[in-house]
């Protein structure tokens, strides 16, 4: 079945520090692949998408490339801010069909950003 | 344009009392979704209706768990008993319909069992 697997957290940094959240895949088919933001009090927010390999998702100064050969799809940012700090999941969507079209999640990092 | 609501936002009762929460999603949106979000742990599709009707449930405990979605807008999910490993967020989500990739999730009904 499919599965996401997560850089553990939580992981503090400094403003402007560079971010990097590891996430690899398992997945029948050529699956969507998904980084979802939540912040404190909200709900899942999607933040940058890729829907095929090679392609590179980016929004709001984060980045994400869609790598097949190491089935990855790390977030990235290279000057992270106080505002960013919040809950991140990796998440995929296979493009096969019946149930395997649901989201998997992984099991969210938790970002803290200290001014 | 109003995003998913959902009520209440808290809820906390005893082990083996009903519960039951509320969504309304997007306005034109045929899908929606209810997650379950363990503290520690990334949602889990509990059951997804396209319209009114049923999707995939596979993952919902349908001997305590139950939800339905009457004239394809509103949703409600009841839990009847309630355990104490139900203690979560339960989340609703909607799309635009089930082939599109993009669920817009609603902030969640923390639920406390005790």
């Known amino acids: 079945g499919n599965s996401v697997t997560q850089m553990e957290g939580p992981v503090t940094l400094s403003e402007e520090a560079f971010l990097t959240i590891n996430c690899t895949y398992t997945a029948t088919g050529y699956p969507s692949l998904f980084w979802y933001v939540q912040y404190p009090g909200e709900g899942l927010q999607l933040l940058l998408k890729a829907t095929k390999a090679d392609d590179k998702g980016s929004n709001k100064g984060f980045e994400a490339t869609y790598r097949k050969e190491t089935t990855s799809f790390h977030l990235e940012k290279g000057s992270v801010q106080v505002s960013d700090s919040a809950v991140y999941f990796c998440?995929?969507?296979?493009?096969?069909?019946?149930?395997?079209?649901?989201?998997?999640f992984g099991s969210g990092t938790q970002l803290t950003v200290l001014p | 344009e109003a995003g998913v609501a959902q009520s209440p936002r808290y809820k906390i009762i005893e082990k083996r009392q009903s519960v039951a929460f509320w969504c309304n999603p997007i306005?034109?949106?045929?899908?929606l979704y209810w997650y379950q979000q363990i503290l520690g742990q990334g949602p889990k599709l509990l059951i997804q209706f396209q319209n009114n009707g049923v999707v995939d449930d596979s993952q919902l405990p349908k001997d305590r768990f139950s939800a339905e979605r009457l004239k394809g807008v509103d949703s409600t999910l009841k839990i009847q008993p309630a355990k104490l490993e139900d203690s979560a967020v339960y989340l609703c989500a909607s799309s635009v319909d089930r082939d599109r990739a993009h669920e817009y999730f609603g902030p969640g009904t923390r639920l406390l069992v005790l």
């Open positions: 998440a995929l969507r296979s493009i096969s069909s019946g149930s395997a079209r649901q989201l998997t």
């Open positions: 306005s034109g949106h045929a899908t």
